[in-house]
């Protein structure tokens, strides 16, 4: 926490940047943005000090200090605060909705209960040290300087009248870097200030404040069986087979041995064709031999 009144300053508190230093006012853009700077520049070249001027900035006063957080874990007072978290989902191509207050919950069993994986793992009530012991709490330093979690809710519903489930699975991860090595800033903090008037001068308190900040992220997929679509299905996979063999057997019969793979599934038949004649004679008289008719047929 910082106390502090408006009024123009010295670019920086330690000694004038290389660029903000000045020799008159020409040297000065007024209201001229820079990332460096720790207010809105007047256009002034004032003293910096007996032998450096600098460029003046209108901001407040004093600017942030650099200490470090207070070394007083604030935050492990906090571990044994609960959080109750509601969650209402639906699927809209089932026009099927849900909550994970499950209908067997009631009033008595809401106040008495607390989520544990084991024993009660759909209690939609959490304790924060849980929490933050089932993410994975690496430093020792995060009571101090805070870090940020994602609460996971994943539902996995089968809405099949038979086989009906959907209850959600709850986990927990930190999303921030764990090593604080790896990282300048390590956990999360953030500022804020209070502004007000005193004597007629405007000042501020400005508070740089860490925490735990928890993200709570859901996901889900339902399913449910449909006789029209397992038979579309069905049909189209054996119309994908048909089509491979006729794809498949062309690319053999032009490209890999097209004679040999014509020799063996097509077997010649050799075809022998045998013709009778059968002959029908007609006696003119029996007892006269003399002549007789005879006619051919096939």
């Not at 067997?104 to 106040?111: H, R």
């Not at 759909?122 to 430093?139: D, K, M, T, W």
């Not at 501020?204 to 735990?212: A, C, E, Q, W």
Request: hydrophobic share 30%; glycine share 6%.
């Amino acid at each position: 926490m910082e106390h502090g009144f408006q009024k123009c300053i010295k670019n920086y508190i330690h000694g004038p940047d290389s660029g903000t230093i000045c020799s008159s006012n020409e040297d000065c853009t007024k209201e001229y943005t820079n990332q460096k700077s720790n207010g809105i520049p007047t256009g002034q070249c004032v003293e910096f000090n007996s032998s450096v001027k600098t460029c003046e900035v209108f901001a407040w006063c004093p600017i942030e200090g650099t200490s470090n957080a207070s070394k007083l874990a604030i935050l492990e007072s906090a571990e044994n605060f609960t959080v109750f978290i509601k969650n209402n989902i639906g699927f809209i191509d089932f026009n099927y909705t849900k909550r994970n207050i499950l209908p067997d919950m009631n009033e008595t069993y809401l106040k008495q209960c607390i989520f544990n994986r084991k024993t009660d793992p759909y209690c939609p009530i959490f304790r924060l040290g849980h929490i933050v012991q089932e993410a994975g709490r690496i430093s020792q330093k995060w009571p101090i300087r805070g870090g940020v979690i994602a609460i996971q809710i994943n539902w996995e519903c089968d809405l099949d009248w038979l086989f009906h489930k959907c209850v959600p699975e709850y986990s927990f991860r930190r999303l921030d870097e764990k090593n604080d090595k790896k990282t300048l800033f390590p956990g999360l903090n953030f500022r804020f200030a209070r502004y007000y008037k005193q004597d007629g001068v405007e000042e501020r308190t400005l508070f740089k404040v860490y925490g735990i900040r928890f993200d709570v992220m859901v996901t889900g997929k339902a399913g449910r069986f449909d006789l029209i679509k397992l038979i579309t299905y069905i049909g189209s996979t054996l119309a994908y087979f048909g089509v491979t063999i006729i794809v498949v057997d062309l690319l053999i019969t032009n490209y890999v041995h097209p004679s040999y793979y014509t020799r063996k599934i097509y077997e010649t038949v050799e075809y022998r064709t045998e013709v009778r004649t059968s002959y029908q004679c007609w006696m003119r008289d029996v007892s006269n031999r003399e002549g007789q008719d005879c006619e051919s047929s096939p």
